[in-house]
T-cell receptor
Framework: EAQVTQNPRYLITVTGKKLTVTCSQN?????MSWYRQDPGLGLRQIYY???????DKGDVPEGYKVSRKEKRNFPLILESPSPNQTSLYFC?????????????FGDGTRLSIL | GESVGLHLPTLSVQEGDNSIINCAYS??????FIWYKQESGKGPQFIID?????DKRQGQRVTVLLNKTVKHLSLQIAATQPGDSAVYFC?????????????FGKGTTLSVSS
């Protein structure tokens, strides 16, 4: 089954404790992206990757890092999480990053930073 | 700023009725539009897309209409069912920004009563 898989689905942690949210897709997509979803603000892009070893900042990259060492994986790293990063996170992928390409989303990771 | 927005935050309909969800966009350079459905606890699910060189596109029980003159997008759902209850987002990709984010509207919550 074609899908985007995120882990963990839920995480409660404390300020300053490094964490990684993994994302994997099995559709051989070149483009992958991370979004966060907050009430009243909708979905906002954090980082994206056009292909292996190619990453770029989205609209809200502060406090986050990503890597793209393999085509299928695009982990989101919070080196020193803070409470304002409490949010619902979604990973998405598409064949390419151009127009006319619908992005397919994972089921989300809910992070709570205390 | 340029953004995609929805006219109504909520819409309540009876089972069997037709539903129309509206969206206004302001970026005239956008050339690709997508409707997503998001159910509770899940990621956005692709419903239907349309390119700017089209006015109408039909899927199974869904139709998307694009009016570029007034920068308006709508999603019509025929014979709405309880399973259609969800939050619906329109999203755009500006044609002059390769590889970047979907720009999401804030969503319309569709409630279908039996």
């Amino acid at each position: 089954e074609a899908q985007v898989t995120q882990n963990p689905r839920y995480l409660i942690t404390v300020t300053g404790k490094k964490l990684t949210v993994t994302c994997s897709q099995n559709m051989n997509h070149e483009y992958m992206s991370w979004y966060r979803q907050d009430p009243g603000l909708g979905l906002r892009q954090i980082y994206y990757s056009m292909n292996v070893e190619v990453t770029d900042k989205g609209d809200v990259p502060e406090g986050y890092k990503v890597s793209r060492k393999e085509k299928r994986n695009f982990p989101l790293i919070l080196e020193s999480p803070s409470p304002n990063q409490t949010s619902l996170y979604f990973c998405a992928s598409s064949f390419t990053g151009g127009s006319n390409q619908p992005q397919h989303f994972g089921d989300g990771t809910r992070l709570s930073i205390l | 700023g340029e953004s995609v927005g929805l006219h109504l935050p909520t819409l309540s309909v009876q089972e069997g009725d037709n539903s129309i969800i509206n969206c206004a966009y302001s970026n005239s350079a956008s050339d690709y539009f997508i409707w997503y459905k998001q159910e509770s606890g899940k990621g956005p699910q692709f419903i239907i897309d349309i390119r700017s060189n089209m006015d109408k596109r039909q899927g199974q029980r869904v139709t998307v209409l694009l009016n570029k003159t007034v920068k308006h997008l709508s999603l019509q759902i025929a014979a709405t069912q309880p399973g259609d209850s969800a939050v619906y987002f329109c999203a755009e990709i500006p044609g002059n920004q390769a590889g970047t984010a979907l720009i999401f509207g804030k969503g319309t919550t569709l409630s279908v009563s039996s």
